[in-house]
Nanobody, 120 residues
């Protein structure tokens, strides 16, 4: 697994969590990066995405104004974080980071999921 996600956990309604995903910079140069989530019994959905140079972000309507995706470049490594504020029980899901390599139309690399549970 080349994408390593971390930061999930249990939080109360209204609380905050920060997810982080690390990826080898050389492997994913030029890639768009994103966070998806899948709740029990539901399909996986895109939560937020960011372009390689960070000039454009996209959010699901359900998280706009509460979640923020950011990207940080370091030598040989890139990280993409998802700051989640004002969490609600409906945000409970397994969250996955993903990368869409340059030239691809679909996300082709996935990290292991990290569970976020929001208690009411």
């Amino acid at each position: 697994v080349q994408l390593q996600a971390s930061g999930g956990g249990l939080v109360q309604t209204g609380g905050s969590l920060r997810l982080s995903c690390a990826a080898p910079g050389r492997t994913f140069t030029g890639a768009a990066l994103a966070w998806f989530r899948q709740a029990p019994g539901k399909e996986r959905e895109l939560v937020a995405s960011i372009t390689w140079i960070g000039d454009y972000t996209l959010y699901a309507d359900s998280v706009k104004g509460r979640f923020t995706i950011t990207k940080h470049n370091a030598e040989n490594m890139v990280t993409v974080d998802l700051q989640m504020n004002s969490l609600q029980p409906e945000d409970t899901a397994v969250y996955y980071c993903a990368a869409r390599s340059y030239g691809r139309t679909t996300y082709n690399s996935w990290g292991q999921g990290t569970l976020v549970t929001v208690s009411s």
